[in-house]
């Protein structure tokens, strides 16, 4: 009885070391591309569990319809701070998944800001509020092969749009949200 009860702690305590070793990476820097915008970015090690993604990127936008010349396209960057918590590590790797490039479920706090500081667009003249935006968003990122990503997310938050700046007369704030579906290339 004391050999099995011994050998059951042993198994025990090497699940539990085993299961310790998942973490996110030190750093990892990639590119990504969706419906509608390019980005680069840059994850850092805050935790074994949780890394603060910074990206820097252009999200865009098309109108159109019976009242417009043409088809409208703008393009405008965004600065993002995304603190994620990638809680599946541990289950991934004790089921011999990869955890490569913060390959795991997570879940974040988006924190974007789109600055008026120039737009691209087939329209001249034309100008955004600058906005920023905090949204709860849960997503899952996965590798396919060694540098190749996806990702999708979805969250629901608040939007502030800083309206007065660009000829408005008071700013708005609304419901905002977060769906992204993106693949990438990790560096």
Do not use: C
């Not at 050999?3 to 699940?15: E, K, N, Q, S």
């Amino acid at each position: 009885m004391k050999r099995i009860t011994l050998v059951l702690i042993f198994i025990g305590f090497a699940l539990m070391s085993k299961s310790q070793n998942a973490s996110v990476e030190k750093s990892t820097f990639g590119i990504q591309t969706g419906f509608l915008g390019i980005w680069t970015h840059n994850e850092s090690k805050l935790s074994n569990q949780i890394a603060l993604r910074s990206e820097i990127g252009f999200n865009g936008g098309i109108w159109g319809g019976n009242l417009y010349d043409k088809t409208g396209f703008v393009a405008a960057p965004v600065v993002t701070l995304e603190p994620r918590w990638y809680y599946n590590l541990n289950k991934r790797k004790t089921n011999d998944k990869t955890i490569d490039g913060n390959s795991g479920n997570f879940f974040s706090l988006n924190t974007s800001y789109h600055p008026n500081w120039f737009v691209i667009s087939n329209y001249d003249n034309i100008k955004i509020a600058s906005n920023i935006s905090i949204i709860p968003t849960w997503g899952i990122k996965r590798n396919i092969g060694r540098h190749f990503t996806y990702e999708a997310g979805f969250g629901i938050g608040y939007l502030y749009y800083f309206a007065k700046n660009v000829g408005y007369s008071e700013n708005k704030g609304e419901v905002g949200v977060n769906l992204h579906l993106r693949i990438g290339y990790r560096f």
